[in-house]
């Protein structure tokens, strides 16, 4: 049932700044007498059409407007809502704005119309999520993914895993009805099996996260090494500019920076750190802490080397965890091949890649090789992917509860006790999908939508 909401909201719904248009937009009950009071107009506005008027400030006109009112239900928010295109002015969108507030509009907080949309029924939590993602969208794939979201594909999947468990909550409780007269509807083993195969299911799921995660936010990709081994210069020739300084002088970077590129659909976020190596020096120190940091959080690291170094020198520094680091054999243009030849073959279980950053030969090859290392993470591309960690950790929760009731089943506890653990994982589900969602949750996934939206 959609929420009755007293209070009409007015927020600029385009980039804050100077350009051809600016839209305002309102929403609530108030929103058509607001319009009629900006513009001075005693008639009603015809709904879905975009009409022209003039704002006026006292006695003194301020802006030609093209307006547009969407009449309740049939609007993005559910309410009566009017969007206000003015010319691009910040003088002038202040002084619309503060008018509709002296005619009783407040302030819309980030993501208050879109919430608003999500209260009145217009559309589920996890589209209201996903619209927050589409507009964030800097790369192809976190686009795809955002529209496949928006366009219900997760709701088509958490409803398979919803409808699933009220199957077997509908069987167990069946039986508890005719209890008395000892009749099973479906044995122990069955009932386990299928929790078995929701679990499973779920598993499958929770495994694309990872891949959601890097298409969502990003690569997070250090670059590491030794000292003077290249790795400034390596990070400004993928990002194409001079971004930091290079200098033949170890330990010149002393604080991580980052940026980032796009790279075939893929953002891969760089980052230039400190020289790994033992130092009494406290700067520094605190420089190669930050670069060891980097490291435990990579999902793909670049470990730079001098290709005129003996292995002996950087192989105590050379990360355990070898599955997503690629080594960057450096400096080619100022080594003999037989050196490079050699180091490579010491190297032969990393996967490595001869390059010089110095002369941008190679880098073209490396980007292939990260592109590649993002892909081979890529599941099927029919299956829906996680990319919001709420989804994870509800569907992580449900997975607790569908396994104390298989365990349930297992030691043939009464149904009771089985219908209990699904009526909880049936829960987490209710919680991802927005039906029993708290405030502080919703309030939590809100604030983090852009003002006007």
């Known amino acids: 049932m959609p929420r009755k909401i007293k209070t009409t909201i007015v927020a600029l719904s385009t980039p804050r700044g100077v350009g051809a248009i600016s839209i305002i937009r309102l929403s609530g009950p108030k929103s058509l007498e607001l319009a009629q009071k900006l513009t001075r107009n005693t008639k009603t506005f015809s709904p879905n059409t975009v009409q022209y008027a003039r704002v006026w ?28 295109s003015c010319h691009g002015s910040l003088y002038i969108v202040e002084l619309i704005i503060d008018l509709c507030v002296k005619f009783g509009a407040v302030p819309a907080k980030p993501g208050e119309f879109t919430q608003r949309a999500f209260l009145n029924g217009k559309i589920d939590l996890l589209r209201a999520e996903s619209i927050a993602d589409l507009i964030a969208s800097k790369t192809q794939s976190a686009h795809r993914e955002s529209s496949r979201q928006l366009l219900g594909d997760g709701a088509e999947c958490f409803q398979r895993l919803k ?25 122990h083993e069955q009932i386990e099996t299928e929790i078995h195969s929701l679990i499973n299911d779920i598993y499958v799921l929770m495994k694309t996260y990872s891949y959601g995660k890097i298409v969502r936010t990003g690569l997070f990709t250090p670059i590491v090494g030794p000292p003077n081994s290249g790795k400034s210069s390596l990070f400004n020739a993928l990002l194409h500019e001079e971004r930091v300084i290079v200098s033949p002088i170890p330990g010149t970077t002393r604080d991580t920076i980052e940026e980032s590129i796009q790279k075939d659909g893929y953002q891969f976020r760089l980052v230039d750190t400190a020289g790994l190596h033992n130092t009494d020096e406290t700067i520094e120190s605190a420089g190669i802490s930050r670069s060891l940091k980097t490291i435990q959080l990579a999902d793909l690291l670049l470990f730079v080397i001098d290709a005129r170094a ?9 990360p355990a965890k070898i599955s997503n680091m690629i080594i ?4 080619s243009d100022i080594t003999d091949p037989f050196t490079i030849s050699k180091l490579q073959n010491e190297l032969s279980r990393y996967k490595t890649i001869i390059v010089s950053a110095k002369e941008r030969v190679g880098i073209r090859e490396l980007t292939t090789l990260m592109v590649d290392y993002v892909k081979a993470q890529q599941p099927s591309e029919e299956d829906f992917i996680l990319t919001q960690k709420r989804h994870y950790i509800a569907l992580k929760k449900m997975c607790k509860f569908l396994k104390n009731a298989k365990a349930s089943s297992k030691r043939l506890i009464t149904s009771e ?30 604030q983090n939508f852009c003002i006007g939206k």
């Open 57 to 84: 400030i006292a006695e003194r006109f301020l802006d030609e407007i093209m307006l547009t009112y969407f009449r309740a239900p049939h609007s993005y928010t559910g309410e009566d809502v009017i969007e206000i």
């Open 417 to 446: 006790m089985i219908v209990i653990d699904l009526r909880l994982a049936l829960s987490c589900l209710d919680e991802l999908l927005g039906k029993t969602t708290n405030d502080d949750i919703l309030n939590n996934i809100f």
């Open 310 to 318: 003996c292995l002996a020198e950087f192989q105590e520094i050379i």
């Open 163 to 187: 409808k699933k468990i009220i199957q077997l909550i509908s069987t167990l409780e069946l039986e508890l009805d005719f209890s008395d007269q000892e009749i099973t509807f479906a044995p």
């Open 328 to 331: 960057i054999i450096n400096k």
